[in-house]
């Protein structure tokens, strides 16, 4: 069943994080940031993304590198402030 | 005494941690001035090796510089070993605002304020000039102690794919509503050697009202044809607001940094920033030896045209060799393995054949980017250089990777 949620993100990633002539494919269970993917310094812009789209603030304490590790987590992170 | 058992446990696990993920840094014993030849000892303990040191930032081989060496002992001699204060109290002498004043005239900007460190002057120069009403924007690779800057600041902070400006601009549009806006860079990028398109930043910084930060540790004293750095090398000199950048590196490779650019925001620097308030500047020692730097390289561009005439040669003998190199014009020449165990094993041969280079890999570079990174001296000479390449065809015979490029060396040694 495709999840217009995990859409969105998986949509922001590619655009934001992956490069002209990288070899990256973005599933729902990639891991982004131990993947090496996304970096601690970076990932503010995708916390940004997702509390201006959908409206909700991320405690800074909730925004761990766990938390924003995989399309799925951020999904898990984002529907615990919004109703999508 | 409270270091106890949960303690020394915690630290212990740690660096069992950095140990098992191969990380562990082990430092070699250099046993002799800095140059282009060293004698080194490593591992502790070993037999003193004598090599050819292809890894240091000494680009313009003033480290040992007997000029320089001298104005260090004359400084010594006049201005004494130490200040015993910070600068605002009486910690300033003459020699120090000389510096700063040579080192505005040479880098083309308004005035210049001196730290201990470039990473003091990272750390300090955000925090001044920007505030939650405002927005830097850096690109990915920027060095460590810039990130580690914009964190200690209140404004937002986001950030660009590597040099890549159509992002930039994206970034710039979608921060229109902040009061101050702020775009952070290398000016070159320590890990690949490429070069930060300072004109077409400072372009987008005109049209999207934003101040442009570059970090030129990497630059200073040789980049662009009379060495100012990569402002000299874009064309954009004057269009840069504030510089940050190194003395431990080119010019003289000793210690020290500073913050140079628009005269209000380096007085506002001089005032606040937290580095330069609580902390001992320079040593008198170093200034001298500082101003002498500035008297060679301002006289004479004969240090970076050999450094460039080097670097060019280093280029086309190593990829004539069957190397796979990031192409580029600058002085650091990553040699690409891709696979990190080959890259530590490389690093390790050519060091039995007396060339020191290190192997850098994940998390220091993305990962299946592993590489040795070459460094060209103006110290190096032909035969420096052809020895290196020697070795580097020797030892790449052996891995049988001469003329292999990307592909074929993952097929081979995986990523």
């Known amino acids: 069943m495709a999840d217009e949620l995990k859409d969105k993100i998986r949509e922001y990633v590619v655009d934001e994080y992956v490069e002209e002539g990288d070899d990256v494919e973005v599933k729902d269970d990639t891991p982004l940031i131990t993947g090496g993917l996304v970096d601690s310094f970076s990932m503010v812009s995708l916390k940004l993304f997702l509390e201006t789209e959908y409206d909700i603030k991320i405690p800074d304490e909730k925004a761990t590198a766990e938390a924003f590790d995989t399309v799925n987590a951020i999904a898990v992170l984002v529907r615990e402030y919004a109703d999508v | 005494m409270a270091y106890g058992t949960a303690a020394r446990e915690f630290y212990r696990n740690e660096l069992v941690g950095i140990r098992n993920d191969g990380l562990f840094k082990e430092e070699r014993y250099i046993l002799t001035p800095q140059g282009a030849d060293i004698e080194v000892e490593f591992p502790e303990g070993a037999p003193v090796k004598k090599v050819i040191n292809m890894c240091a930032n000494n680009y313009l081989g003033l480290s040992s510089h007997p000029d320089v060496v001298a104005a260090a002992h004359d400084g010594l001699d006049s201005k004494g070993y130490g200040m015993s204060s910070v600068r605002f109290i009486c910690g300033t002498q003459d020699t120090h605002r000389e510096l700063e004043r040579k080192l505005s005239e040479f880098l083309g900007t308004e005035d210049t304020l001196l730290f201990a460190s470039c990473m003091d002057a990272n750390a300090a120069v955000f925090e001044v000039a920007l505030t939650p009403e405002d927005v830097v924007i850096a690109d990915r690779l920027v060095h460590a102690s810039v990130i580690d800057g914009i964190k200690l600041c209140e404004a937002q902070y986001d950030s660009y794919k590597h040099m890549d400006m159509k992002h930039l601009e994206k970034k710039l549009q979608q921060f229109a509503d902040k ?26 910084a005109d049209k999207y009202d934003a101040m442009v930060m570059v970090d030129d540790s990497h630059s200073s004293g040789f980049m662009g044809k009379t060495g100012r750095g990569t402002h000299e090398h874009c064309g954009v000199v004057g269009r840069v607001d504030v510089i940050t950048t190194t003395l431990g590196k080119a010019l003289g490779g000793a210690s020290g940094g500073c913050i140079s650019g628009r005269k209000e925001l380096v007085e506002l620097c001089r005032q606040r920033a937290r580095p330069y308030l609580f902390s001992n500047t320079l040593a008198p020692v170093v200034v001298s030896a500082s101003l002498k730097v500035m008297d060679i390289i301002s006289a004479t561009t004969e240090r ?28 650091i020449v990553p040699i690409m393995l891709y696979n990190a165990q080959l890259a530590q094993d490389v690093a390790r041969d050519l060091y ?38 020697a070795a580097f065809k020797k030892i790449g015979e052996k891995y049988g990777i001469l003329g292999l490029g990307k592909k074929e060396i993952i097929e081979k040694f995986g990523n």
């Open chain 2, 179 to 204: 009061r101050l806006r702020m775009v952070a860079t290398d000016g070159v990028f320590s890990m690949d050697g490429d070069v930060a398109p300072l004109d077409e930043i400072c372009e987008l």
């Open chain 2, 352 to 389: 039995e054949e007396g060339i020191y280079v290190i192997g850098f890999f994940f998390p220091v570079v993305p990962k299946g980017q592993a590489r040795i990174r070459v460094q060209l001296s103006a110290a190096h000479e032909k035969e420096h250089i052809d020895a290196a390449v």
């Open chain 2, 304 to 331: 970076r045209d050999k450094l460039e005439e080097n670097t060019l040669y280093f280029r086309e003998q190593i990829t004539a060799a069957g190397f796979d190199i990031r192409p580029g014009v600058h002085p």
